[in-house]
């Protein structure tokens, strides 16, 4: 199936500048803009002489494609031609101003003619956070377009009989951050935008000391915090690049993606919700986001691993992660 591609609004989307200061290490593709289902994308593309073995790496929130740097020599060093978009809302990519324009049926629209661009019919797919839950809706909604999974953190969201921001906010109250960027919008916005690099080196953290949860929204709270729990995730050339990225695009584009949640449970309302594709779900020892409990209800073919990390697995655990991926790839391209 291939869909409609329009041609770019520029009215309509704002094209965030080229980063000046921090220059993209020598170590990570240097992107380029490609448009795609009415938007641009910043694109990092490595391997191109590996065409015919398409991955594509979709990154999480507060993230970058950059997220992936560990990830990407391997992979091509593997054979895969290997594709990691800034997805809408983020770097130099479009960012829209209406919130619906980043619900999951666009997210995962931009993704289906990124393979129309290179022509390609389906693809690997691996995402980490909110770039798990791009690349669950995205095979729900497009499954020939997805051959295999590969998600970190985020497992599969079963849709549930209540809306997702409905059900947290009857769960975890207002001040949970999910909730507040649903019910306050601008508020968190206009923090962030402030204390961008502050939020991004507190936020990105790992071996976190143990902590009793405290009253307030916990992203607004960072971005205020004076020093940083645990230890840096990255080193001080590597946060830059992040935070450079950040405070050229501002943060409401990226939280838009959080504003469609409920309006996302709508619209997968009437999609088959089991995922037949081979799937490999890796999680953090020590994330704070909760693993499945029936995941093979509406995954049957997934393949679960727990490595010793924090939330941002693929950069905390950059070798693990690497050698569970192309394992995992082998095995499944052998049974193929």
Not at 68 to 81: C, D, N
């Amino acid at each position: 199936m291939t869909p409609t591609v329009a041609a770019p609004h520029r009215s309509a989307y704002r094209i965030g500048p080229h980063v000046q200061g921090v220059p993209m290490p020598a170590d990570f593709p240097q992107p380029t803009l490609v448009s795609v289902n009415g938007v641009e994308l910043e694109v990092f593309e490595s391997g191109r002489h590996n065409a015919g073995k398409p991955i594509v790496l979709c990154h999480g929130w507060p993230e970058h494609a950059y997220s992936w740097r560990h990830q990407v020599p391997a992979l091509v060093a593997a054979g895969y031609h290997v594709i990691v978009p800034n997805q809408r809302g983020y770097g130099r990519s479009s960012r829209p101003d209406a919130v619906t324009d980043y619900d999951i049926e666009h997210l995962a629209g931009d993704l289906v003619a990124l393979l129309d661009h290179y022509e390609y019919d389906d693809a690997v797919f691996a995402g980490h956070d909110w770039g798990s839950f791009v690349v669950w809706g995205l095979t729900l909604l497009h499954p020939e377009r997805v051959s295999k999974v590969i998600n970190l953190s985020l497992p599969y969201p079963e849709r549930g009989e209540t809306p997702w921001i409905e059900s947290m906010e009857a769960a975890l109250g207002g001040d949970f951050y999910f909730v507040h960027f649903n019910r306050q919008p601008g508020v968190a916005d206009a923090v962030l935008d402030a204390n961008a690099s502050p939020f991004l080196r507190n936020i990105f953290r790992k071996n976190l000391p143990p902590a009793e949860p405290r009253p307030g929204m916990v992203m607004i709270e960072l971005a205020r915090a004076e020093s940083p729990l645990g230890e840096p995730v990255m080193s001080e050339q590597e946060l830059e690049v992040f935070v450079t990225a950040f405070e050229d695009t501002g943060f409401t584009g990226s939280i838009n993606w959080y504003r469609n949640l409920d309006r996302n449970w709508r619209l997968l309302a009437g999609v088959d919700p089991v995922i037949r594709q081979p799937v490999l779900m890796i999680y953090g020892e020590h994330d704070t986001v909760a693993r499945a409990e029936n995941m093979t209800k509406f995954v049957p073919n997934a393949d679960e691993v727990t490595v010793e990390s924090g939330h941002w697995v693929q950069q905390e655990q950059p070798e693990v992660v690497n050698r569970l991926m192309l394992d995992w790839l082998r095995r499944q391209d052998a049974v193929g």
